[in-house]
């Protein structure tokens, strides 16, 4: 404000004490009492201890003045009131941390002690204050390890001592990833240290690997808490969720309750690939844009991690095709292919070079079953696939063996793929139409095929029945799909009405009966080899439940015997788990279906396909060509 008339500005170094020390102009009254500003807040005007004189031709001092006494006590308030600040500021967060921990939306802790090391959230960072300045200085570690994740804060309520820790995850390195390889976890790198990189997925591992299947129960509840409040609501998006979403997707048989979720979590597992941009390379040049919006980051080439993430998504939405039929796999790219090809060179694990082989054995099977535009799945009217596709699909398939690594030939989790590939395609020949033919020759190919079918499955069986104990823990939906699609297969070559085709040989070499028998059993004794404790109450695990879906399989194979079948094919078909009441279908005794497996996905699917008049095969026998 603008003094008075009345008043003048106070010499050069004449200003009172007051107006000094709030650095205000100091302006004299006319009256000569006080100055203006000490007469207007009604403060006694004092003058300055000390007056500044101007001397010309000095160069100005370095040395400071000594401070007023009088700032001396304002500096220790100062110092006072951001102590009280900092114990009112930690107590608030021990409050609010101990109302997270009750009020949010997390299951029973399952702590294997007594006690959880508080999360890097909950911890108070330390504290540092500098009165010279007057600023407190928050002392945050530097490692991007320690920085505040919600994740790792929604994982802490689940105490694995590092012991158990590490010996799940040794489990989850021999027994699941070969099986699917959709991450790389170098065995550097320990339990803790994953649960601090990559925590969701580490949650997820741990839920798996356990011997525990209430734990494994709890864990699901937090896995659910963080897809729906942090991916869905929080909008979260980062690589370890996506991993963890992959994992929880292809082991969702574990966890599965009345209705299947695989599909929802796979096109899940889409949405976040692309909002993070992953599948796609970055581009070289992005376009300009305007100054109000912000700049895109530089281009950083795509890390091995992120390449091996897009194939392994590629093989989920595949695997979820396979086993439900309801939503495709991902459309293949030209940068997809660049990913696959760096992956067959298998530079930082080996089994990079399998992932890559599942895929390719994935594509030649999606050409052979996936619905055409005219000819939707399951339509009418389907037609096979002529013979030069057939052979050109054979010849694709021999090549992906060959350009395999010899060590790599003969491993399981490669053959799985091989055989089921060879299968389908073989399968798909048998819905060529008959054509008369005098010399019978068009008859000595077509049981040609239909042995090279049933061969092919004795394979993918021995396979299969040779999986050590210790490791069918990891077995995968993909797998659990092929094994029931190689049981249909297997009994329409039992029941097929075909002149020529002995069934007796057939049910030699390959009972469809025994072979679920002997599942039965192999699963039976699996619980008790690993050490698995099932939940108690209504909900079962896995390797508990996974009996009855075999007996239903049982039933529903019993049940569509054809009427015409020979004398002791009952006998020929053993079922010692059956309910012997007298009643009997097709001459076999009849079983007791739970209804709650008879919404099941799965065997709705095996019930179509064993109805369906023809084979499986794609309807329009079109090809999309594909480089390996």
């Given at each position: 404000m603008?003094?008075?008339p009345?008043?003048?500005?106070?010499?050069?170094g004449?200003?009172?004490?007051?107006?000094?020390?709030?650095k205000?102009?100091?302006?004299?009254?006319?009256?000569?009492?006080?100055?203006e500003?000490?007469?207007r807040?009604?403060?006694?005007?004092?003058?300055?201890?000390?007056?500044?004189?101007?001397?010309?031709?000095?160069?100005?001092?370095?040395?400071?003045p000594?401070?007023?006494?009088?700032?001396?006590?304002?500096?220790?308030?100062?110092e006072?009131?951001?102590?009280d600040?900092?114990?009112?500021?930690?107590?608030?967060?021990?409050?609010?941390?101990?109302?997270?921990?009750?009020?949010?939306?997390?299951?029973?802790?399952?702590?294997y002690?007594?006690?959880?090391?508080?999360?890097?959230?909950q911890?108070?960072p330390?504290?540092?204050?500098?009165t010279?300045t007057?600023?407190?200085?928050?002392?945050?570690?530097?490692?991007?390890?320690?920085?505040y994740?919600?994740?790792?804060?929604?994982?802490s309520?689940?105490?694995?001592?590092?012991?158990?820790?590490?010996?799940?995850?040794?489990?989850?390195?021999?027994?699941?990833?070969?099986?699917f390889?959709f991450?790389?976890?170098?065995?550097?790198?320990?339990?803790?240290?994953?649960?601090?990189?990559?925590?969701?997925?580490?949650?997820?591992?741990?839920?798996?690997?356990?011997?525990?299947?209430?734990?494994?129960?709890?864990?699901?509840?937090?896995?659910?808490?963080?897809?729906?409040?942090?991916?869905?609501?929080?909008h979260?998006?980062?690589?370890?969720?996506?991993l963890?979403?992959?994992?929880?997707?292809?082991?969702?048989?574990?966890?599965?309750?009345?209705?299947?979720?695989?599909?929802m979590?796979?096109?899940?597992?889409?949405?976040?690939?692309?909002?993070?941009?992953?599948?796609?390379?970055?581009?070289?040049?992005?376009?300009p844009?305007s100054?109000?919006?912000?700049?895109?980051?530089g281009?950083?080439p795509?890390?091995?991690?992120?390449?091996?993430?897009?194939?392994?998504?590629?093989?989920?939405?595949?695997?979820t095709?396979?086993?439900?039929?309801?939503?495709?796999?991902?459309?293949?790219?030209?940068?997809?292919?660049?990913?696959?090809?760096?992956?067959?060179?298998?530079?930082?694990?080996p089994?990079?070079?399998?992932?890559?082989?599942?895929?390719k054995?994935?594509?030649?099977?999606?050409?052979?079953?996936?619905?055409?535009?005219?000819?939707?799945?399951?339509?009418?009217?389907?037609?096979?696939?002529?013979?030069?596709?057939?052979?050109?699909?054979?010849r694709?398939?021999?090549?992906?063996?060959?350009?395999?690594?010899?060590?790599?030939?003969?491993?399981?989790?490669v053959?799985?793929y091989?055989?089921?590939?060879?299968?389908?395609?073989?399968?798909?020949?048998?819905?060529?139409?008959?054509?008369?033919?005098?010399?019978?020759?068009?008859?000595?190919?077509?049981?040609?095929?239909?042995?090279?079918?049933?061969?092919?499955?004795?394979?993918?069986?021995?396979?299969?029945?040779?999986?050590?104990?210790?490791e069918?823990?990891?077995?995968?939906?993909?797998?659990?799909?092929?094994?029931?699609?190689?049981?249909v297969?297997?009994?329409?070559?039992a029941?097929?009405?075909?002149?020529g085709?002995?069934?007796?040989e057939?049910?030699?070499?390959?009972?469809?009966?025994?072979?679920?028998?002997?599942?039965?059993?192999?699963i039976?004794?699996?619980?008790?080899?690993?050490?698995?404790?099932?939940?108690?109450?209504?909900?079962?695990?896995?390797?508990?439940k996974?009996?009855?879906?075999?007996?239903a399989?049982?039933?529903?194979?019993?049940?569509?015997?054809?009427?015409?079948a020979?004398?002791?094919?009952a006998?020929?078909f053993p079922?010692?788990?059956?309910?012997?009441?007298?009643?009997?279908?097709?001459?076999?005794?009849?079983?007791?279906?739970?209804?709650?497996?008879?919404?099941d996905?799965l065997?709705?699917?095996?019930?179509?396909?064993?109805?369906?008049?023809?084979?499986?095969?794609?309807?329009?026998?079109s090809?999309?060509?594909?480089?390996?």
């Amino acid at each position: 404000m603008a003094p008075e008339p009345a008043c003048s500005p106070a010499p050069y170094g004449r200003a009172c004490a007051g107006c000094s020390r709030a650095k205000c102009k100091c302006f004299y009254r006319s009256d000569g009492s006080a100055c203006e500003r000490c007469h207007r807040l009604g403060k006694a005007c004092e003058p300055a201890s000390a007056v500044r004189k101007r001397k010309a031709g000095t160069p100005p001092t370095t040395t400071r003045p000594p401070a007023p006494t009088s700032a001396q006590p304002l500096a220790s308030r100062l110092e006072e009131k951001l102590d009280d600040l900092v114990t009112i500021l930690r107590s608030q967060a021990v409050e609010r941390t101990g109302r997270d921990q009750t009020t949010r939306h997390t299951p029973q802790s399952t702590r294997y002690g007594d006690s959880i090391p508080p999360s890097p959230a909950q911890q108070n960072p330390d504290v540092m204050i500098d009165t010279t300045t007057s600023v407190i200085h928050l002392l945050r570690p530097a490692s991007p390890e320690a920085s505040y994740s919600p994740i790792l804060e929604d994982v802490s309520i689940h105490d694995v001592p590092d012991r158990v820790a590490e010996e799940q995850m040794d489990i989850f390195r021999r027994a699941f990833i070969p099986l699917f390889p959709f991450v790389h976890i170098p065995t550097t790198i320990t339990a803790s240290e994953l649960r601090r990189q990559k925590p969701f997925l580490w949650l997820v591992a741990m839920s798996l690997a356990t011997r525990s299947t209430p734990q494994q129960f709890a864990m699901e509840e937090t896995m659910w808490h963080i897809i729906s409040h942090r991916i869905v609501s929080q909008h979260l998006m980062n690589l370890d969720l996506l991993l963890g979403v992959i994992c929880f997707a292809s082991w969702s048989h574990y966890f599965k309750k009345e209705k299947p979720f695989m599909c929802m979590l796979s096109q899940l597992a889409v949405s976040l690939a692309f909002e993070m941009g992953i599948h796609q390379d970055a581009p070289a040049n992005p376009p300009p844009r305007s100054r109000l919006l912000v700049q895109p980051a530089g281009r950083r080439p795509r890390t091995m991690e992120e390449r091996r993430s897009i194939i392994a998504l590629f093989h989920l939405t595949s695997a979820t095709w396979s086993a439900y039929r309801k939503t495709e796999p991902l459309r293949w790219t030209p940068y997809m292919d660049d990913c696959l090809r760096l992956l067959c060179e298998g530079r930082e694990t080996p089994l990079d070079i399998v992932l890559a082989t599942q895929v390719k054995c994935q594509v030649i099977t999606y050409h052979l079953t996936r619905p055409s535009a005219s000819n939707p799945a399951g339509g009418d009217g389907s037609k096979a696939p002529s013979t030069v596709l057939t052979a050109a699909l054979l010849r694709q398939l021999s090549d992906v063996r060959q350009s395999l690594p010899a060590q790599l030939g003969s491993d399981r989790h490669v053959q799985f793929y091989l055989y089921y590939t060879e299968i389908k395609i073989k399968e798909s020949l048998f819905g060529k139409p008959k054509v008369p033919d005098q010399t019978g020759l068009s008859n000595f190919h077509r049981l040609q095929d239909l042995d090279a079918a049933l061969s092919a499955i004795e394979r993918w069986l021995e396979v299969f029945f040779g999986w050590p104990v210790h490791e069918c823990i990891g077995v995968n939906v993909d797998v659990f799909s092929q094994f029931s699609q190689c049981l249909v297969v297997l009994f329409k070559l039992a029941t097929l009405d075909e002149p020529g085709w002995d069934l007796e040989e057939v049910r030699r070499r390959a009972d469809v009966f025994a072979i679920l028998d002997r599942f039965y059993e192999f699963i039976e004794g699996v619980p008790a080899a690993l050490g698995i404790v099932d939940a108690e109450g209504p909900r079962r695990g896995l390797f508990f439940k996974v009996k009855d879906v075999i007996r239903a399989i049982k039933t529903l194979f019993l049940a569509q015997l054809p009427p015409n079948a020979p004398q002791g094919a009952a006998a020929a078909f053993p079922t010692p788990n059956s309910r012997a009441d007298g009643n009997e279908m097709n001459g076999a005794p009849e079983f007791t279906l739970d209804p709650a497996l008879m919404d099941d996905a799965l065997l709705n699917m095996m019930y179509d396909d064993i109805q369906i008049p023809t084979w499986d095969f794609r309807s329009d026998g079109s090809y999309m060509p594909f480089t390996m």
